[in-house]
Each structure stands twice: as structure tokens, then as C-alpha cells.
């Protein structure tokens, strides 16, 4: 029988998305050893500590410890409790970027490590630039590293067989493989149109079924599909970050200072202002009015509104545009992402793709699909 190949793994972030993945993980293990895989947990961190196995080249964070460290985060406790369970040592905040870089040091040209970005946090860039260049592989859900500075960016994919960031657009929908096999064949990408916020096209079919925006935002974060902070999704910023990605992927040298985004707050209500309770007890009910009349005049003209993204030669934005009830983003509901792709081989009727764009079920579960995808690389 031949060996069993093993991915080992760190997984930065462990709140909705990184705590489904680890449930993943664990239950497809049946699924992955008639594949001939195991994948290998050999870390877990959160904002604040890091828990490793004991011997991260022979060892690993077993389905019962994974079990423990999604229990201890549900309840709110810190991944520092673990320290007295099983193998692993534990690390605080201070200790834990360099813990990281020292474990993909002596893994990276060995066995292989793939590290796993489910933070929503821009402090994880200066980690994966590391570890990058120490020969490990990056696989993101989060989207802040690759929408930092062009310089981080060309670092990050500067081994584009060792990067997978599938999840970062349109969750687990094949919005970047499709469009890097598109572009592999030399096929210009003219246009990209489309929905891309889960949160956005919920909040905006559910208003239009007469609903309170300030009570769709709340359903919509206890659903798992805003950010931590709902602002970051009612800005626009959110949806940005995905344009920026895709902007970047076609070529565009661009930063988020280039994107027009409209947002759907004004500033008094932003994170220097108030918090996110603040926002989502208070703030947010003086917003209900003006969506709802805006939906209201967009119905007189048979029309609905959707937040658009649209890119095209040197245009990049995005903003709520008023469309016909029956276009394809029209059509949308609930958290379903649409992209409309315009290329040579597309150019009349262009590539459509759609589906769930938010969740951490499916968001996991494209995580999960990108670490298999590099199986080829590890021993
Ligand atoms: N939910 C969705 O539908 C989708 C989400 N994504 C992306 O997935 C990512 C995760 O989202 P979600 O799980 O909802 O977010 P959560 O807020 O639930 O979890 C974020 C986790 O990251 C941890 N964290 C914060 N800073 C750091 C850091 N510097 N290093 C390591 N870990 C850190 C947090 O730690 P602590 O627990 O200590 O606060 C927390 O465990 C986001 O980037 C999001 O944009 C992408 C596509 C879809
Ligand atoms: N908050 C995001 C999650 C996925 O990226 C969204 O609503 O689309």
C-alpha cells in the first residue's frame, strides 16, 4: 500500500471560517485517506496565542484537541487554557509571529507547511511574506494581505504555484480558477460586472421584501455572512477588496485609492466614532429610512437596487446601482454572488458564474478544496 501523504498545516484564525474549516477537516478524513491524504493540523492561533503540537515535524493537534480548540472559541476562553491538554505547547501574543516564522523555517524545505490565513486581520501580510519565502505554500479567506501595498502583493504571489485564495471572491464559488484559466490561454479579460457581497445582496433583497435594513444587517451577521465588523461590508470596502483582487489578478497595478466605493453609511457612524455594538443597537436604525426609500422609487421604475462591482480598462468601482427586476443581478437573492466575465472567447453572451457568496460552510469548504489542490506539492 503506498504511504499516505501528509499536508501539514497551520491555521491562522479561528472564529466562524477557521473553526468550520477545522470541522472540515475532521470530517472528511475518511473522504481524504481514500485519497491517499492526511492532513496534518500542526498549529492553531488566534489574535492572541498559538498553540503547536509538541514536535510539529512528527506530531500533530489530534481531532480531539481540534474538537477542544473550536469548543474553547465558542466559548469565548483563550486557546491558552489548551496548554495543560495533550502535546502542544502554547504561545502569547508576543511570541506568536515568530513562532510561526520559526516552525515554517524548519518545515518550509522538509515536509512542506501550508499556512492557513482565516483571520480578517492586515497584521497576517508580514507573516506570509515570510513564510512564503522559507518555501511554504499560503492558502487566504482573508483578503487584507493581498490588498496591501503592490510591493506585499507581488511578494505574496511571487510563487503563484504555492498561493490559493479561491475563498477571498465569492466565497467558495471558482471565481479565481476560472478567471486564471482564462487568462493562462490568453484569453483578454475585457470587463468583469458583477455582485459580489453575500451580506450586500441579502440586505438589499430583503429590504426589498419590506424589512428594516438595521434588523437584515443583524440576521445577516448571526448567518455568518458579514465581516466581524458589518461596517466593513456596508462601506463598500469589503467588496473593494474583492475588485482590487481580481482588478490585480487581470494585471491592473492598482491600490484601493484607485476604486470609487460608495458607501452606505455616512462617516459619523465609522469605527473611529463608534463601535460595532453602538452601530448595530443605534447607529444603523437612522439608516432605515433612506434605504427604503430608495428601494421604494427604484420599484416605481420596476427596477431594484444591487451593490455592483465593475471593472474595465481603468475603471474600478463599486456602488449601488439601480437595475431592471429581471437582469441577471436583478434577479439575485439572498446571499447569492453573481459575476458576469467579458473576454475574446466571451464576448457576446459573457462566462457567468454564481451561487452562494458567503457563509462558513461554503467559505471552509473553499479553503479546504485549495489546500487539496496543492497536494502535488508536499512529500
Ligand atoms: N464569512 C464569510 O462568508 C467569508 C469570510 N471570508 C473571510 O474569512 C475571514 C474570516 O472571517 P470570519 O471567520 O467570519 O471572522 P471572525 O471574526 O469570526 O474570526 C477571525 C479570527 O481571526 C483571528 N485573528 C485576528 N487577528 C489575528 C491575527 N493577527 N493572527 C491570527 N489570527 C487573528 C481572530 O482572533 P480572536 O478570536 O482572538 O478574535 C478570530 O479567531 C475574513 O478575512 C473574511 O473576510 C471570506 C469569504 C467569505
Ligand atoms: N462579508 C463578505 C463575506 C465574504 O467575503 C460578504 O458578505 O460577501
Do not use: W
Not at 476562553?77 to 511570541?95: A, P, Y
Not at 435594513?213 to 455572512?225: P, T
Amino acid at each position: 500500500m503506498a504511504a499516505m501523504k501528509n499536508i501539514p498545516l497551520i491555521l491562522m484564525g479561528c472564529g466562524g471560517v477557521g473553526r468550520q474549516l477545522l470541522q472540515h477537516i475532521v470530517s472528511c478524513r475518511s473522504l481524504h485517506a481514500k485519497l491517499g491524504i492526511h492532513l496534518r493540523v500542526v498549529g492553531v492561533c488566534d489574535s492572541k496565542s498559538l498553540v503547536v503540537a509538541s514536535d510539529v515535524l512528527s506530531k500533530e493537534l489530534n481531532d480531539n484537541f481540534l474538537s477542544e480548540v473550536c469548543r474553547v472559541k465558542v466559548d469565548g476562553s483563550s486557546l491558552l487554557t489548551l496548554g495543560g491538554l495533550g502535546e502542544c505547547q502554547v504561545f502569547k501574543n508576543s511570541e506568536l509571529k515568530e513562532k510561526v516564522i520559526g516552525v515554517a523555517s524548519v518545515m518550509g524545505k522538509s515536509t512542506g507547511l501550508a499556512v492557513v490565513d482565516c483571520s480578517a486581520s492586515s497584521e497576517t501580510v508580514g507573516v506570509l511574506t515570510r513564510v512564503v519565502d522559507l518555501g511554504c505554500c499560503i492558502v487566504l479567506a482573508n483578503k487584507k494581505p493581498l490588498t496591501s501595498t503592490m510591493e506585499d502583493y507581488y511578494k505574496l504571489v511571487s510563487h503563484p504555484r504555492r498561493i490559493r485564495h479561491e475563498s477571498t471572491v465569492g466565497a467558495g464559488l471558482p471565481v479565481i480558477s476560472s478567471l486564471n484559466r482564462i487568462l493562462l490561454s490568453g484569453d483578454p479579460i475585457h470587463r468583469i460586472i458583477g455582485s459580489l457581497s453575500g451580506t450586500l445582496g441579502y440586505v438589499m433583497s430583503e429590504v426589498e421584501d419590506g424589512k428594516p435594513l438595521s434588523q437584515v444587517v443583524r440576521a445577516a451577521k448571526s448567518l455568518g455572512y458579514t465581516e466581524p465588523d458589518p461596517r466593513d461590508d456596508l462601506s463598500g470596502m469589503d467588496v473593494a477588496r474583492k475588485a482590487l483582487i481580481l482588478a490585480r489578478l487581470l494585471g491592473k497595478q492598482i491600490n484601493m485609492d484607485n476604486i470609487r466605493i460608495e458607501s452606505l453609511y455616512p462617516e459619523e457612524m465609522g469605527p473611529n466614532v463608534m463601535s460595532v455594538e453602538d452601530f448595530l443597537s443605534t447607529g444603523i436604525l437612522l439608516l432605515d429610512n433612506d434605504i427604503q426609500e430608495r428601494v421604494r422609487k427604484a420599484s416605481l421604475n420596476g427596477n431594484v437596487l444591487r451593490y455592483v462591482c465593475m471593472i474595465e480598462g481603468s475603471r474600478c468601482e463599486v456602488g449601488i446601482q439601480e437595475l431592471p427586476k429581471n437582469s441577471a443581478l436583478g434577479r439575485l437573492r439572498g446571499s447569492d454572488n453573481v459575476l458576469e466575465i467579458f473576454s475574446r472567447c466571451y464576448s457576446e453572451q459573457p462566462l457567468v458564474i454564481q451561487g452562494a457568496g458567503a457563509g462558513n460552510d461554503t467559505t471552509a469548504a473553499g479553503v479546504l478544496a485549495d489546500i487539496l489542490d496543492i497536494q502535488d506539492l508536499f512529500p
